[in-house]
């Protein structure tokens, strides 16, 4: 009885034993207290590369926090309004060759003179031409004007950016074109005479900004779409001094001076006859009146 007993226990001892010895590392439980057991093995390669490779693909995937986030909506760019303008001064050999040649230099390029003024003295001939040329040709232009010249008295060139005043004018006129439609909106709507005589008095009065702004905005293109350049071309004549004449050379012209002045005070006598008629008529008058009276007192 006792031995049975004996083995029981024995058989029982031993299980504990494996199923302490089944808690180690391998099954993942705490070791028992009291047993020294050894690190757990480290992962293999292809573990470790696959956990490094996986954990670097999602860390590539997110954002990093100080990156900024690209903007989805494509930027919109708005073209450069520039207003050139070009003060030239030059010195022409031969004025009328340099008309022609200016003349034929600015049909060729495609431009056209908005204005010519000529002024012409003893001492020189001159013209100020005011071309307009497509902006893409302003350089060009220039360029070619300069050859007709002998001389380059001063040029001036300026650009000016009017890209702000430009899109102001557009602003302010799709603002205006939408209050003209909400008005429109409105008349269909409106029922009363004196509610559509008001509304239509608004609606003429936003149309006249409307045109208003429709002409700056033409002004405005036409001056960036064509350049200006202010040409100002002249020839100088030699001045060639007359020689004064002596003393002989001045009697006689006294001489025929004075005798040109008693012509013409002979001719002022002859357009004076109405005067001299009437002047003998009251002397005339004026003789017999004393005659009369003298015979009388004698």
Known sequence: MYSLLLAFVMLTSCSNKSAELSYLPGGGSAPASGMDLAPPPPPSPEKAGNGIQKETTEEAGKPAADEPVANTQASIKIPEKIKKTANINITVEDYKKARIEIEKIVKS???????????????????????RVLNKDFDIMINNLLTAASNVNSKNISAEDVTAQYIDIE??????REIEKRYLDILKSASKVSDILEIEQKLGQIREEIEAKQGELKYLADQVNYSTINLNFHQEFEYTPTDKPGF??????????????FLSFLV???YAWPLWIILGLIGYGLVRFFKRKSKKNN
């Open 268 to 270: 002022g006598i002859v």
């Open 109 to 131: 390029g495609n431009a056209y003179i908005g204005s010519e003024n000529e002024q012409n003295n003893t001492y020189s001939i001159s013209n100020t031409m005011v071309i």
């Open 248 to 261: 002989f050379g001045r009697m006689g012209s006294a001489f025929g001076n004075g005798w040109s002045g």
């Open 171 to 176: 602003s302010r006129l799709k603002s205006k």
